[in-house]
């Protein structure tokens, strides 16, 4: 079995690598165009895979497609983004989670487009009588066309921006919650050291108002050693150190 595998790996290499020989550079950025060209939250359009293929179909599609516009053989400006984009797509889709999730609303796509072909059904009586004598033959042919398979593409687009919009909206409203609760909080610190500078500014008052009776008290008195200036007063002319006016020329 392991053997047989191997082999039909080597196989598929050289099947690979045949093709690419023959593929032009026209070719590669062709596809590097419509990559870089799909809706960005569908990895399924940049593999151009069915919503229905398997894991190892995705795998086989990158592979072929990574080829194709690798930077090393593909020539064009933005081969190294597309690539990018293939390896992502890929990356995503191998997430069991993302999976889900993307089947889900490929789910709920195909659910809203039957809602809607009903209502119209309602409408046309020889496409009800059809239905109804087919035994949903009729809503089974209809939706392995192509015209259903490009309703759907088009309605996950539609689901899938909308969630991404819920999701970003979301995120904002976490983030302003968050500065909200930050500034809260540094608002109440900064309360919180005004109301203790406050209560320590209070239980030094009788210190200060201590400290500054003493320091008027204090300065009324001559220090000891201390040698004042005499006052002048001129109402005294029999002091000898009153200051008389000078005389000018």
Not at 3 to 31: G, I, M, W
Not at 54 to 68: A, F
Not at 137 to 156: I, R
Not at 169 to 175: H, K, T, Y
Request: proline share 3%; aromatic share 8%; with cysteine.
């Amino acid at each position: 079995m392991g053997a047989a595998t191997q082999s039909s790996t080597v196989d598929d290499d050289l099947l690979l690598k045949n093709f690419f020989a023959e593929v032009s550079e026209v070719e590669r950025d062709n596809e590097v165009l419509r990559i870089l060209s799909c809706f960005k939250l569908n990895p399924f359009e940049y593999l151009n895979l069915p919503f229905d293929s398997s894991i190892d179909d995705v795998k086989k599609q990158y592979r072929k497609l990574s080829l194709m516009v690798h930077p090393d053989k593909c020539k064009h400006a933005q081969a190294k983004e597309a690539f990018g984009a293939l390896a992502k797509a890929q990356q995503l889709l191998l997430d069991q989670n993302e999976r889900d999730y993307l089947l889900s609303q490929v789910n709920s796509a195909k659910e809203e487009l039957r809602a809607k072909r009903k209502k119209q059904l309602k409408k046309d009586t020889a496409s009800k009588v059809k239905s109804l004598v087919e035994e949903g033959k009729y809503d089974k042919q209809y939706e392995q066309s192509e015209e259903f398979q490009q309703e759907v593409k088009l309605k996950v687009r539609e689901l899938l921006t909308e969630q991404e919009w819920r999701r970003k909206m979301q995120m904002r409203i976490s983030e302003e919650e968050g500065r909200l609760k930050r500034d809260e909080e540094e608002q109440k610190e900064m309360w919180k050291r005004k109301r203790e500078h406050e209560e320590e500014w209070e239980g030094t008052r009788e210190k200060r108002v201590s400290s500054w009776r003493d320091f008027m008290k204090g300065g009324k008195k001559n220090k000891k050693g201390e040698i004042r200036p005499p006052k002048l007063k001129t109402e005294d002319p029999n002091k000898s150190y009153v200051q008389r006016p000078v005389k000018r020329a």
